[in-house]
């Protein structure tokens, strides 16, 4: 069974940094690209960043990029992202999905999500 | 980036309803689109892929359809345990961009 477990979320001051993990297990976790996505309060779905299986290529939505890496331990089956710069509109729910295959496939599973809150 | 607007934002159905979500894309995604449900405190499910192709595990009343700008979500018979809010997702290229979901409330 697929399980994807986020974890690292918490409340932070603006401009400061936390680092988000995502443990996966119940799959062959690096032929899989994985995707983080977030959620603000009461608001929908907005993606942040694809990672490819090896990890050799990310992508990143425009409101994080130069501040969000997307990295992943492939001898761990771990996600992470290193988040800085943060911003009050990057409070909201992060979720980390895996795809079908590969880059710009659908995410077929989803973890519950953790909660970053950044506040003063 | 590509923009999908969803339509409607919300709607209000009885069980047993034939129900229709619309996605449109600000261009062209071939059939690079999934459709997504979301009950409150939970993550994302995936119901469609590839526009038109159910997930395993998905009840057969749940149908998508459409190609290049135009999306439909179908559920043809609203069950208690449909109502939730649904959203689409382009997978054509980056950046990934979902449309703004649709709440689907008991009437």
């Known amino acids: 069974e697929v399980q994807l477990l986020e974890s690292g979320g918490g409340l932070v001051q603006p401009g400061g940094s936390l680092r988000l993990s995502c443990a996966a297990s119940?799959?062959?976790?690096?032929?899989?690209?994985m995707t983080w996505v977030r959620q603000a309060p009461g608001k929908g779905l907005e993606w942040v960043s694809d990672?490819?299986?090896?990890?050799?290529?990310?992508y990143y939505a425009d409101s994080v990029k130069g501040r969000f890496t997307f990295s992943r331990d492939n001898s761990e089956n771990t996600l992470y992202l290193q988040m800085n710069s943060l911003r009050v509109e990057d409070t909201a729910i992060y979720y980390c999905?895996?795809?079908?295959?590969?880059?710009?496939?659908?995410?077929?599973?989803w973890g519950q999500g953790t909660l970053v809150i950044v506040s003063s | 980036a590509i923009q999908m607007t969803q339509s409607p934002s919300s709607l209000s159905a009885s069980v047993g309803d034939r129900v229709t979500i619309t996605c449109r894309a600000s261009?062209?995604?071939?059939?690079?689109l999934g459709w997504y449900q979301q009950k409150p405190g939970n993550g994302p499910k995936v119901l469609i892929y590839?526009?038109?192709s159910l997930q395993s595990g998905v009840p057969s009343r749940f149908s998508g359809s459409g190609s290049g700008t135009e999306f439909t979500l179908t559920i043809s018979s609203l069950q208690p345990e449909d109502f939730a809010t649904y959203y689409c997702?382009?997978?054509?290229?980056?950046?990934?961009?979902f449309g703004q979901g649709t709440k689907v409330e008991i009437k």
């Open positions: 999905a895996k795809s079908r295959s590969g880059l710009g496939t659908t995410f077929d599973h």
């Open positions: 119940g799959f062959t976790f690096s032929s899989y690209a």
């Open positions: 990672i490819s299986g090896s990890g050799g290529s990310t």
């Open positions: 261009q062209g995604i071939r059939n690079d």
């Open positions: 590839d526009a038109s």
């Open positions: 997702l382009q997978d054509h290229n980056y950046p990934r961009t």
